[in-house]
């Protein structure tokens, strides 16, 4: 069976400084990978999704980035943090795009 | 711009109570919407996933209603129980298949 982890599951982390969170799936191959954001209040957003090694397409414009160096992983970066980027980081998968999504479970950032 | 709305934003309802959630979408050339539930602090988890052609989906003591021409989804769910208490979220995937779109979510306690 096909199971997706995320890590770290909390974090807090001074303005200015980097982030990495990480993201691999298991039991599958080539999927579409995800990251969203959840702020209070906001709902979820789109940050990031890939269809395929090296393929990585962006939503929003902000101080983030993300990278696939491996089939079954993903990575979300930043060089220098803010502290609006504090939220809830979810990863997820589908096998292609518009069929059933999985989610990990989440990592909280907090920037202070 | 496709934009969800979900409604009410909470619910409070007591244990055997059958209830519904609604979601509208503005943009109804949608490819197929998704119910998912999220725990505190948790990852969301896929509930119902019905394709733009279907009308419902039904799990269990959930029910999914899709009236595409209208916006419309509903969650209908028989028999609450204090376990059912979470937040609910709708999601619509656009029409190139690549992007989830959320509500806010309703966030439902079902009290014993």
Redesign the interface.
């Given at each position: 069976s096909q199971t997706i982890h995320q890590w770290p599951a909390t974090l807090v982390q001074p303005v200015g400084s980097p982030l990495s969170l990480e993201c691999t799936v298991e039991g599958t191959s080539n999927p579409n990978l995800y990251w969203y954001r959840q702020a209070a209040g906001r709902g979820l957003q789109l940050l990031f999704y890939s269809v395929g090694i090296g393929q990585i397409s962006s939503e929003v414009p902000q101080n983030l980035s993300a990278s696939r160096p491996q089939d079954r992983q993903f990575i979300l970066s930043s060089k220098k943090l803010l502290l609006s980027d504090s939220g809830f980081y979810l990863c997820a998968w589908s096998v292609y795009s518009g069929n059933t999504i999985y989610f990990g479970e989440g990592s909280w950032l907090t920037v202070v | 711009k496709q934009e969800v709305t979900q409604i009410p934003a909470a619910l409070s309802v007591p244990e055997g109570e059958n209830l519904v959630l609604n979601c509208s979408f503005t943009d109804s050339a949608i490819?197929?919407l998704?119910w998912?539930r999220q725990d505190p602090?948790?990852?969301?988890?896929?509930l119902l996933?019905i394709q733009s052609s279907q009308r419902e989906q039904t799990s269990g003591r959930l029910n999914a209603s899709l009236d595409k021409s209208s916006g419309r989804s509903t969650l209908y769910i028989a028999a609450s129980q204090p376990g059912d208490s979470a937040t609910y979220?709708c999601?619509v995937?656009d029409q190139?298949?690549?992007?989830?779109?959320?509500?806010?979510?309703t966030t439902l306690s079902v009290s014993s």
């Open positions: - | 490819y197929n998704q998912f602090g948790k990852g969301l988890t896929s996933l979220l999601a995937n190139a298949g690549t992007a989830l779109i959320f509500g806010k979510g």
